[in-house]
Each structure stands twice: as C-alpha cells, then as structure tokens.
C-alpha cells in the first residue's frame, strides 16, 4: 500500500481542492502555492518519477493540464515537473505543477 500524501488525496482520504478528475489523473489546488494559480496534476496510480510512467500518461498528464488552464482562463503559465531531490521533487510521487496568474519571467526566481 502507497502511504505517500498524494496517494492519499488521489484516493479521497485526505481532503484538497479537486479542479478535475478521472480514471487515471486528479488535478488539485496545491495546499503551498508559488504563483496564484498553482495545480498539481497527478496519476492516481504511484510512480515515483516521469522516468516511471508509461508513455501514453505523458500526454494525458499534459491534455488535462491544458484543460484545467483552459477552465481557469489563464493563457499564459509554466509547467513543471521535477524529477529527483536534487532537481527540487520533495514529494516522491510523479507530480506536474501548473502555475500561472501572474509574470513568470525568466530565470525563474
């Protein structure tokens, strides 16, 4: 059994703002945002990483991100996914983040 907090939000156990959800992926308001709108678009299944996922997820994982920017009407945003501590993923369950609603600029800081 998954023990990790977005195991638990995926299965309904622990409470989040759910913006959309299916078989296989739930996108929810992350509980720490960075930017105003900040969504973190998950699998419901555990996998550690984006090297982990099987290929057609990928591009599930990026069409529901565009919906739910489309449903939030932002034209412009930044999605991350970060693969490894040492690239800053301090939750170890595949997670793409939609941020938005304000300048994001480039570097990012």
């Not at 595949?94 to 600029?105: F, I, N, W």
Request: glycine share 8%; aromatic share 8%; with cysteine.
């Amino acid at each position: 059994m998954c023990e990790c907090i977005f195991c638990e939000i995926s299965a309904g156990r622990l409470s989040s703002v759910i913006l959309y959800q299916d078989d296989t992926v739930v996108a929810f308001k992350d509980a720490n945002p960075m930017a105003p709108i900040h969504v973190l678009i998950i699998p419901r299944h555990h996998y550690e990483s984006i090297k982990d996922i099987p290929e057609a997820l990928i591009g599930h994982l990026f069409a529901v991100a565009n919906r739910v920017a489309a449903e939030l009407k932002i034209e412009s945003f930044r999605y991350v996914i970060n693969t490894g501590s040492q690239a800053g993923q301090t939750v170890f369950h595949l997670h793409l983040h939609l941020l938005g609603g304000r300048c994001m600029g480039w570097p990012p800081g």
